[in-house]
């Protein structure tokens, strides 16, 4: 089975400061990579994703995330937060003979002081 | 629909009952996808349903957990004799994943299920 782990539970950030969250996973085959999303009071929603092609994905809200196969990485950037980005972030993995369910890691509450 | 929904949103049962949870996906979605998402554990798969067919539901917890669909759309999941732990909160997901389903999955609100 796979696993997927971000490396930050709890991260705090002024607003306009540089984020970075970290996300690797277990897996070596070919992977699809999702970073998701949940606003307070909302149901999860895809922030960005990564089938082939261009490693570095470019997502909703200046968000972006690069996909580093040897690392087995898929970190989410984004170079100036706002109070508006407050929430849990998810990464997702599927790959392999999973039929497209996703593997999730245990997400990263981000809180953004303005 | 505009989005995949779910019912009831919330739900509170005694312990011992069953329940049933109802997801209406996004229309024209083949895939389908129940999670549930709990303090303990994080967002945990349960089952995979391809049109009205289950290729895998290896995420199922016990035998008291069972899910169906019907028209290839809405989709039930039961709930048997609730034990404190089934708390949590279920999410259903959608997806035009072909067969591989390789594809993005859109989801619902959830149902948070509370056992007492």
């Known amino acids: 089975a796979q696993s997927v782990s971000q490396h930050n539970h709890h991260v705090i950030l002024s607003e306009a400061a540089s984020l970075e969250l970290g996300c690797n996973y277990s897996y070596g085959g070919t992977v699809n990579l999702f970073w998701y999303v949940q606003y307070p009071g909302q149901h999860l929603q895809l922030l960005l994703k990564?089938?082939?092609?261009?490693?570095l994905v470019k997502g909703i809200k200046g968000f972006e995330a690069e996909f580093i196969k040897s690392k087995f990485s898929f970190n989410l950037r984004k170079p100036s937060v706002q109070w508006s980005d407050t929430a849990e972030y998810f990464c997702a993995v599927s790959g392999g003979s999973t039929l497209g369910r996703l593997y999730f890691g245990r997400g990263t509450q981000l809180t953004v002081w303005p | 629909g505009a989005g995949v929904s779910q019912s009831p949103s919330n739900k509170v049962t005694e312990k011992g009952k069953d329940v049933e949870l109802r997801c209406d996906p996004i229309s024209g979605h083949t895939a389908l996808y129940w999670y549930r998402q709990s303090l303990g554990q994080g967002l945990e798969f349960l089952i995979y349903?391809?049109?009205?067919?289950?290729?895998?539901k290896s995420g199922l917890p016990s035998d008291r957990f069972s899910a169906e669909r019907t028209g290839g759309s809405v989709s039930t999941l039961t709930i048997q004799r609730t034990q404190q732990e089934d708390s949590a909160v279920y999410l259903c997901?959608?997806?035009?994943?072909?067969?591989?389903?390789?594809?993005?999955?859109?989801f619902g609100p959830g149902t948070r299920l509370t056992v007492t």
């Open positions: 997901a959608s997806s035009l994943a072909p067969v591989t389903g390789v594809g993005e999955q859109y």
């Open positions: 349903f391809q049109g009205n067919s289950a290729p895998d």
């Open positions: 990564y089938f082939s092609g261009d490693p």
